[in-house]
């Protein structure tokens, strides 16, 4: 067998792992977007016309042909949001948030929020990533300046003028507050739900910003990412959550620095003693 008869035995079996691993990822990135509903009906449009098309029900299918002819418009307005978002991922996988690198950043945010939840003031939060965010949000106020416990608190203040609202933190610099985020259309969340959480998810469903939110009535602390709420959450798990999404995975360590780690653990002058009661595994 020759290398031109291996080419096309390889190349169709490579084309469909492609198509699979394509359609797999974009379900997976759709499906927990507002969206979603749309795809299904766009699913549905695309059966119905396999069934005309079988069933020879010309004016039907003529009909179904015409509509995905002039789609191409309607998807681009209808998924505008996560095509945006989808793009600016892809295009910038080697420069993502050099900000990320500063875990300081995320003690800001922990901190924060652990003083608002302990008097039950309100606040929400937006950790801009790739997709600007204030191109998303109604009015807003220009603040630019360092990110520290004390400003965030200064600006949720209830007394304050502009503590009404969202605030949109880049890097290590708040940018703007008083900002108004886009509320969430779907209809399955909970009635109880306030319009701060729906903020948050309206805002994690248009951009790739990671919105934290301490509720005013009970103090709890949420989080929402692309499109999911996960509410009263420790700060740990808080800090946790942030670390996985805004902080790079560490280089893991050779054979070699776990050798030598486990041989300084071993021979410290008090190892008999210093060790006992804990795990020494590296």
């Known amino acids: 067998m020759d290398w031109n008869s291996l ?3 390889w190349r169709p079996a490579l084309e469909i792992t492609v198509l699979a691993v394509v359609i797999y990822h974009g379900y997976n990135f759709l499906r927990t977007t507002r ?19 079988a069933l020879k029900l010309e004016v039907l299918n003529w009909l179904l042909r015409a509509f995905f002819a002039v789609s191409t418009i309607a998807v681009l307005v209808i998924f505008q949001p996560e095509l945006r978002r989808l793009l600016t991922e892809l295009g910038n996988l080697s420069l993502r948030n050099i900000t990320r690198e500063r875990r300081e950043n995320i003690e800001v945010i922990i901190q924060t ?9 309100g606040a ?19 603040v630019d300046c360092e990110a520290t416990p004390e400003m965030l608190e200064t600006i949720f203040f209830p007394n304050n003028a502009i503590h009404d609202g969202g605030v949109i933190i880049k890097g290590n610099r708040i940018t703007h507050a008083a900002c108004i ?12 739900m306030g319009t701060r959480h729906r903020a948050a998810i309206g805002l994690s469903e248009e951009t790739d910003a990671l919105v934290v939110a301490v509720s005013e009535e009970t103090g709890a602390i949420s989080y929402a990412y692309k499109g999911q709420l996960t509410r009263g959450v420790t700060s740990e798990a ?7 999404v805004l902080v790079p995975a560490t280089k893991s360590r050779t054979w070699a620095e776990t050798l030598k780690a486990r041989l300084d653990v071993l021979l410290k002058p008090d190892a008999g003693t ?9």
């Open 7 to 9: 080419i096309n035995l």
């Open 35 to 53: 969206a979603a509903p749309a795809v299904a009906g766009m699913f549905f449009l695309l059966a119905l016309t396999v069934l005309t098309t």
């Open 113 to 121: 929020v652990e003083r608002l939840a302990e008097v039950h003031i």
């Open 124 to 142: 929400l939060i937006a950790i801009e990533q790739t997709i600007p965010v204030h191109e998303d949000v109604e009015s807003g106020i220009v």
């Open 181 to 192: 985020f886009p509320l969430t259309p779907r209809k399955d969340l909970s009635k109880s």
């Open 238 to 244: 808080l800090r946790a959550f942030l670390t996985s």
């Open 274 to 282: 210093a060790t006992a009661g804990r795990d020494t595994s590296i």
